[in-house]
């Protein structure tokens, strides 16, 4: 049985990964998630999609579901990851600022 809340043992994050609470369905891996809304992410998947200990990650709500995926800095307007500027912390490609210049 799993202890949860203040009392719980402190896991380090990869001993969580030895204790594995997944169980497997046609359609994918379902885990639970814990009090503080925490959920491990498979080690295939993140050695799969090449995410490490540090990396970014994005989630957003797309319908009725969570997505999580890499963060890569990216063109706020369009997406692309190439050519970029920073301004006011926002990173903006050389195409999309060359159609504002132009715009202007
Ligand atoms: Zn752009």
Known sequence: MREYGENAPIVPPEKTEEIDYSMR????????????????????????LQINEGDLL?????????????????????????????FNEKQICRDCLNKIKAAF
């Open 25 to 48: 369905t046609s359609t994918g891996i379902v885990r639970s998630i814990d009090c503080l809304g925490r959920f491990v992410i498979p080690k295939e998947m993140r050695r799969h």
């Open 58 to 86: 994005e989630v957003a709500v797309e319908q009725d579901k969570i997505v999580i995926r890499k963060y890569d800095k990216a063109c706020v307007l369009c997406s692309s990851t190439d050519n970029l500027s920073t």
